[in-house]
Nanobody
Framework: QVQLVESGGGLVQAGGSLRLSCAASGRTINNYTMGWFRQAPGKEREFVASINWSGDSTRYAESVKGRLTISRSDARDTVFLQMNSLEPEDTAVYYC??????????????????WGQGTQVTVSS
């Protein structure tokens, strides 16, 4: 089994920062496309950021460009989402997901098969 575990969420004031981490137990996420998605109450799950298998190509939702940064560890076994200049609109449960083997940075949920349980990010005004 592949299990993805997100961590690093919490409550911060607007303008603050958080760093989310996603690590795998069981099968490795090394050399897989990885993505971050988020879902607010009553809303559809939306794309946030993705990174290709090697970590040298990324894609972002327009709403987070310049504020959120996706990266992965040198061993490619952990994925991060550095969140700066947070806004109340960023409040959501954030999920990491694994996509294709040696894949590119994809943007649609259907291209990701394995999902974590999510971590709550709450940004107060």
């Amino acid at each position: 089994q592949v299990q993805l575990v997100e961590s690093g969420g919490g409550l911060v004031q607007a303008g603050g920062s958080l760093r989310l981490s996603c690590a795998a137990s069981g099968r490795t996420i090394n050399n897989y496309t990885m993505g971050w998605f988020r879902q607010a109450p009553g809303k559809e799950r939306e794309f946030v950021a993705s990174i290709n298998w090697s970590g040298d190509s990324t894609r972002y939702a327009e709403s987070v460009k310049g504020r959120l940064t996706i990266s992965r560890s040198d061993a490619r076994d952990t994925v991060f989402l550095q969140m700066n200049s947070l806004e109340p609109e960023d409040t959501a449960v954030y999920y990491c997901a694994r996509g294709g083997w040696y894949g590119g940075a994809e943007v649609t949920p259907a291209q990701y098969v394995t999902w974590g349980q999510g971590t709550q990010v709450t940004v107060s005004s």
